[in-house]
C-alpha cells in the first residue's frame, strides 16, 4: 500500500506562484512514476504533469508548460509541482497519483494511476 498526501495548495493571485508537494509514503513494490491531475468544478479530472521513476523523464499538459515545473526528491520521498505565472483557469483541486508502471494509454489517463492523495485545493482569483 502506497499513501500520497498533497500540501502546499491555497490562495493566489493571477502571475503569483505557488509549490505542491505530494509527500509518499508506505510500502510499494518497485519505484513509481507521479503525476499531477487537477479537477475544476464541473469539469473531468485532467493530467497536469507527470515524472519517472527516476525523475529522468517529464510531461506537462499544453496548458502549463513553460509555467509549471515538477520535480522529485528521491531522498525526501516527494514530488514537486512549481506553479508560476497562475491563472484563474488554474483554480481546481489538485491531485497527486502513482502508476508502478504507465501504460499505452499514457501519463495523462488517470486510469493508469494504482494511488491517489486526498487533493489540496488551488484558488487563484484576482
Known amino acids: 500500500q502506497l499513501h500520497l498526501v498533497e500540501s502546499g495548495g491555497g490562495l493566489a493571485q493571477p502571475g503569483g506562484s505557488l509549490r505542491l508537494s505530494c509527500a509518499i509514503s508506505?510500502?510499494?513494490?518497485?519505484?513509481?512514476?507521479i503525476g499531477w491531475f487537477r479537477q475544476a468544478p464541473g469539469r473531468e479530472r485532467e493530467g497536469v504533469s507527470w515524472?519517472?521513476?527516476?525523475?529522468?523523464?517529464?510531461g506537462y499538459a499544453n496548458s502549463v508548460k513553460g509555467r509549471f515545473t515538477i520535480a522529485r526528491d528521491s531522498a525526501k520521498n516527494t514530488v514537486y509541482l512549481q506553479m508560476n505565472n497562475l491563472k484563474t483557469e488554474d483554480t481546481a483541486v489538485y491531485y497527486c497519483a502513482a502508476a508502478q508502471m504507465l501504460g499505452p494509454r499514457g501519463w495523462s489517463d488517470e486510469g493508469e494511476y494504482e494511488y491517489w492523495g486526498q487533493g489540496t485545493q488551488v484558488t487563484v482569483v484576482s
Open positions: 508506505g510500502f510499494a513494490e518497485g519505484p513509481y512514476a
Open positions: 515524472i519517472s521513476s527516476k525523475g529522468v523523464t517529464t
